[in-house]
Nanobody, 120 residues
Framework: QVQLVESGGGLVQPGGSLRLSCVASGSIFSINDMGWYRQAPGKERELVATITSGGSTNYADSVKGRFTISRDNAKKTLYLQMNSLKPEDTAVYYC??????????????WGQGTLVTVSS
């Protein structure tokens, strides 16, 4: 099957930086749009950033200018560089992707999430 595995979360002080990674594996023929969502305690999941297969990006207003989404298609890896982190960025971050499998199936795949805590 196909899976996404995130890494890079942790505890960071306000103003600090973290880089999240999300690696896709399995019977993958092609990877289309990818992105990051986050869910803070007691809140709904919200979109953070997206990136198309061609590299076009889109960001939530709350992270524009601080976060950068990128991807390495050869490594089947998605990244989220987070700078100038704020306590309100504390959340579980999930990556997702639209993937076509070798068998021809079109799937929306989600990772298990990685916790980012911004606190002094």
């Amino acid at each position: 099957q196909v899976q996404l595995v995130e890494s890079g979360g942790g505890l960071v002080q306000p103003g600090g930086s973290l880089r999240l990674s999300c690696v896709a594996s399995g019977s993958i023929f092609s990877i289309n749009d990818m992105g990051w969502y986050r869910q803070a305690p007691g809140k709904e999941r919200e979109l953070v950033a997206t990136i198309t297969s061609g590299g076009s990006t889109n960001y939530a207003d709350s992270v524009k200018g601080r976060f950068t989404i990128s991807r390495d298609n050869a490594k089947k890896t998605l990244y989220l560089q987070m700078n100038s982190l704020k306590p309100e960025d504390t959340a579980v971050y999930y990556c997702y992707s639209y993937i076509q499998t070798i068998q021809g199936r079109h799937l929306e795949v989600w990772g298990q999430g990685t916790l980012v805590t911004v606190s002094s």
